[in-house]
């Protein structure tokens, strides 16, 4: 679990660091993509962390999840604010799918983890509602996007789970 979620919260930084570096400071949604962008550092940090008290290693695909995440930043950033919105709601709404299954699984069985989970769930459903207010799902044909990108973080999970 830690290893899955350290990979995805660094996929996520990239994602927005990405989409902030094609937008700057300039586009009307940048100061909530920074803001969410500190919040995922802040919960890599947490991951890293435990990952060095508990020796979790982490996945082998962190290189590959380093250029996916900022190449899907950047991407959505060229189509649009818009578009990096429905990236993150889509994004967080699988992340949201993800933790909760795995809070569900602990079941009280390691408290710290499970707390610290769910307290990074809530930050990821704030980062969807907020996506979704910025006009995510005013995107073109944003049910199939965000199938794409659901499916894909699906993906990212399962590999990262087992390599």
């Known amino acids: 679990m830690i290893r899955v979620d350290h990979a995805g919260e660094y ?3 990239r994602i927005y660091a990405g989409q902030l570096a094609v937008m700057g400071e300039r586009a009307a949604v940048s100061g909530e993509i920074a803001r969410m962008a500190s919040q995922e550092e802040r919960h890599l940090a947490a991951f890293e962390a435990l990952m060095l008290r508990r020796r979790v290693r982490p996945t082998l695909l962190h290189p ?3 250029v996916a995440g900022y190449a899907l930043g ?3 950033a060229l189509a649009g604010p818009k ?3 429905a990236v ?3 994004v967080e709404t699988e992340i949201d799918r993800h933790y ?3 809070r569900d699984q602990l079941a009280g069985t390691d408290p710290e983890l499970e707390g610290l989970i769910a307290e990074f769930q809530a930050d990821e459903v704030a980062h969807r509602e907020e996506a979704r207010a910025n006009g995510a799902e005013e995107v073109p044909l944003y049910p199939l996007l965000a199938g794409a990108i659901r499916a894909g973080c699906r993906a990212a999970i399962r590999l990262s789970e087992r390599l």
């Open 11 to 13: 996929g996520a930084a």
């Open 64 to 66: 590959l999840w380093h």
């Open 74 to 76: 950047v991407l959505s």
């Open 83 to 85: 578009t990096a919105m």
């Open 88 to 90: 993150t709601a889509a």
């Open 100 to 102: 909760q299954a795995q």
